[in-house]
């Protein structure tokens, strides 16, 4: 008798302890998905942050180019645009629009409901997506400075102001290092982003293994 009551107490706190420990599974499952989630959704508000800044300096320089001489200082507020400005403002824009494109799909494809999805695998996928995602944004940025190098030099020779591979001269030279230095720059920003975005999932993705094993 003695033995029944002792095998039937310990099927029941066997079977209380399965279901504590089915629940803290459940609940640590509930907080990882929401910190995922708050993860994802920081950076698609980083990528919208990116989309308003460029609409807004495309807007502004659509508007201002005609009456940059006026802000020069170099005569009256009326709409006047010269060949150099135009070729600048449709160069600018055009560039612009590659870049806001670029940065659209990004913030379009970045998901952030997670939180009735497989963790483990939702964590998985998005952080390799996030690895290749860096990896496009980098060569894209690559890419950017030197098509504005191409067009910069073609413009310039096209306005008479020197031939395409006539770049060693003081300013030019300290234009493009000022370039370089800028574009470094930014690529080192959103990799130390994504980085620290990356190494954000891991952690959960590590710490649901370690749960579960």
Do not use: C
Request: charged share 20%; glycine share 6%; aromatic share 12%.
């Amino acid at each position: 008798m003695e033995l029944d009551d002792l095998k039937t107490k310990w099927q029941k706190e066997s079977t209380q302890n399965l279901e504590h420990n089915k629940h803290t599974m459940e609940q640590l499952q509930l907080v990882l998905k929401e910190k995922t989630t708050a993860t994802l959704s920081g950076m698609k508000f980083k990528y919208k942050r990116i989309l308003i800044m460029l609409s807004i300096g495309l807007l502004a320089n659509a508007i201002l180019q005609p009456f940059l001489h006026f802000i020069m200082g170099d005569g009256p507020p009326v709409f006047r645009i010269t060949n150099s400005g135009m070729l600048s403002l449709i160069s600018f824009i055009g560039l612009g629009l590659i870049v806001l494109i670029f940065y659209w799909i990004k913030y379009r494809s970045m998901p952030v409901n997670t939180i009735n999805t497989d963790l483990k695998l939702t964590l998985s996928q998005n952080i390799e997506s996030l690895k290749k995602s860096l990896r496009q944004e980098v060569i894209f940025i690559i890419a950017l400075f030197v098509m504005l190098f191409i067009i910069g030099r073609m413009t310039s020779q096209y306005l008479g102001n020197g031939a395409f591979g006539d770049v060693f001269h003081t300013d030019i030279m300290l234009a493009i290092g000022a370039g370089v230095l800028m574009f470094a720059f930014y690529v080192y920003k959103r990799v130390s982003f994504y980085n620290r975005n990356i190494d954000e999932l891991q952690q959960y993705l590590n710490e649901y293994k370690a749960n579960i094993n």
